[in-house]
């Protein structure tokens, strides 16, 4: 009988597609899946391989009412792990983070079963910082990872963030810069998650640049759905062929044929450029939780793989500025391009496979 694996996720793509990523592998190894999330996660879970989905109750709360109401729920979300676990009878549970993954890691130590996290940020998240005292290991996805608990640093292992097959792909391809009078192809990514800097100031900064550089870009930018009007018309002003949309699903195919990246700093953001060996420039969403992204995109930069910009410096000369210096020097874009990839740990996905076998009860 094949051993159940139960993984545990939050509500954001951010904790749900790397467990999806570890849920493909370990199915591919032969065991049985079981995903553990609530109502938010379920929006990212329509092509999750899990064999059963256990809905947690799980909360947060502020204030003394907000607190005792949250700690209740997740009381409630305990003993439903306990009961699923143990029907289960699954051999680990793997949590990613988020508020879910409380309930279900602490049903497993409760009854003894084996568990580990996997952080994709370089600071370690709420959730995570809170249990990483008790398990058995925490899996990190960038070498300067903040936040450790007292005497966690030494079941911390280093082993990247799972990236999908198709971006894996990425690493094997080489970089070729665009020669003179080629297209330069630039994708802005990020800007359909309300982040106006992004969807405003990057295609001013672009409009901007000399004439013979403009003439040569091919963009390809998501957009808030309200600012896309507004983005189409700077690039027409300024003859940019540009394609303008709220979201792109087809991420590897574009990553391929991008010459440079503008974009936040997100864990699977900064994961997936390193991996595709791709020059960027990064402006780090500056109320994410902890600062974690200014801290995922330092190991970027540290590799000469990108440009960083702090969000309160920046204006649309400064960002014109950090592209003119990249994107008309095809010796720099190739220097970015070996520096990311030196940053890339693209068999993170089998690494952490193979830490959760490791840590698994016998069949």
Request: proline share 6%.
């Amino acid at each position: 009988m094949s051993r159940v694996c139960v993984v545990a996720a939050g509500g954001t793509g951010g904790h749900m597609f790397p467990a999806e990523a570890l849920a493909r592998e370990l199915q591919a190894r032969g065991w049985r899946i079981v995903l553990a999330t609530d109502h938010r996660g379920e929006q990212y879970a329509h092509v999750f391989p899990a064999e059963e989905r256990i809905a947690l109750d799980a909360a947060t709360g502020r204030g003394p009412i907000g607190l005792a109401k949250a700690g209740l729920t997740i009381v409630r979300g305990v003993e439903q792990a306990r009961r699923a676990l143990k029907r289960l009878d699954a051999a680990v549970v793997v949590g990613f983070g988020g508020y879910p993954s409380a309930p279900a890691l602490l049903a497993a130590l409760s009854q003894g079963r084996p568990t580990l996290l996997h952080e994709q940020n370089a600071v370690l998240g709420r959730t995570n910082r809170w249990l990483a005292p008790y398990v058995g290991a925490v899996a990190a996805s960038f070498p300067n990872l903040q936040k450790v608990p007292q005497g966690v640093g030494a079941r911390v292992r280093l082993i990247g963030n799972p990236v999908r097959p198709d971006i894996r792909a990425l690493y094997d391809r080489a970089f070729v810069a665009p020669s003179a009078n080629e297209p330069i192809r630039v994708l802005v990514t990020g800007g359909s998650q309300g982040a106006r800097i992004l969807s405003e100031t990057a295609p001013r900064a672009l409009a901007a640049l000399p004439e013979p550089l403009r003439a040569r870009l091919k963009v390809q930018q998501q957009a808030r759905p309200e600012a896309m009007e507004a983005a189409r018309q700077i690039y027409l002003d300024a003859a940019i062929d540009a394609e303008v949309a709220p979201f792109f699903r087809d991420m590897a195919q574009r990553l391929s044929a991008a010459h440079l990246v503008i974009g936040r700093a997100g864990a699977s953001t900064c994961s997936e450029l390193a991996v595709a060996g791709l020059p960027s420039v990064l402006i780090p969403l500056k109320i994410a939780m902890d600062d974690h992204q200014r801290f995922n995109a330092a190991g970027l930069a540290e590799a000469g793989g990108a440009e960083v910009l702090l969000e309160d410096d920046v204006t649309v000369e400064q960002l014109t500025d950090a592209l003119s210096s990249i994107v008309g020097d095809p010796a720099r874009l190739e220097a970015m391009s070996r520096g990311a990839r030196s940053a890339a740990l693209p068999d993170a996905t089998r690494a952490l496979a193979d830490m959760v076998e490791a840590a698994a009860r016998p069949s």
